[in-house]
T-cell receptor, first 117, second 110 residues
Framework: GAVVSQHPSRVICKSGTSVKIECRSL??????MFWYRQFPKKSLMLMAT?????????EQGVEKDKFLINHASLTLSTLTVTSAHPEDSSFYIC?????????????FGPGTRLTVL | RKEVEQDPGPFNVPEGATVAFNCTYS??????FFWYRQDCRKEPKLLMS???SGNEDGRFTAQLNRASQYISLLIRDSKLSDSATYLC???????????FGGGTRLMVKP
């Protein structure tokens, strides 16, 4: 199956710093990638849809100035958590679907666990 | 009402048991349906798509009832390795945005 990677897998930072998370599709090009957040014992919640070459589409309640998304190439989307606070501590997961009709599923990256002290 | 609802469990079953999970969705225009499996602190992985006619993959059987707007997953002959959280996932539009249920936790015990 298609492979999606994320980096870093884990990050611990101080309150007020910014953290960048990378999501890469390794063996396919993705015009659209998705960013999710998952709190402990909760389900994945879609934060935003990342569109290559254009602005991301944010879900209701997600601050676009706090969660900056850049989809500069067909294989890379980045999520930057600006001025992180302890309540931003969560598991951030990206996903992408290979183009064409052959794939019905989205492939998920391994996730990034963010801890803000 | 949540868009996709599941019983959070946990379902504690012995090895070899048959266990079934149900999921309901609120959007009657939903187009695609999936069951994903998520292990602790890992990303979700597709277990199987769910088709209107029902489909089976080894010990796993998925059913879709559009009239009642629910999806089911049946696991036969449970293995210890089946212990995980099972996520019911619905795709509501062609933009491939997925809506996740809260997940049902399964624990298979020796």
């Amino acid at each position: 199956g298609a492979v999606v990677s994320q980096h870093p897998s884990r990050v611990i930072c101080k309150s007020g710093t910014s953290v960048k998370i990378e999501c890469r599709s390794l063996d396919f090009q993705a015009t659209t990638m998705f960013w999710y957040r998952q709190f402990p014992k909760k389900s994945l919640m879609l934060m935003a849809t990342s569109n290559e070459g254009s602005k991301a589409t944010y879900e209701q309640g997600v601050e676009k100035d706090k969660f900056l998304i850049n989809h500069a190439s067909l294989t890379l989307s980045t999520l930057t958590v600006t001025s992180a606070h302890p309540e931003d501590s969560s598991f951030y997961i990206c996903s992408a679907r290979p183009p064409g009709q052959g794939y019905n599923e989205q492939f998920f990256g391994p996730g990034t666990r963010l801890t803000v002290l | 009402r949540k868009e996709v609802e599941q019983d959070p469990g946990p379902f504690n079953v012995p090895e070899g048991a048959t266990v079934a999970f149900n999921c309901t969705y609120s959007n009657s225009a939903s187009q695609s349906f999936f069951w994903y499996r998520q292990d602790c602190r890992k990303e979700p992985k597709l277990l199987m798509s769910v088709y209107s006619s029902g489909n089976e993959d080894g010990r796993f059987t998925a059913q879709l009832n559009r009239a009642s707007q629910y999806i089911s997953l049946l696991i036969r002959d449970s293995k210890l390795s089946d212990s995980a959280t099972y996520l019911c996932v619905v795709n509501n539009n062609a933009g491939n945005m997925l809506t996740f249920g809260g997940g049902t936790r399964l624990m298979v015990k020796p």
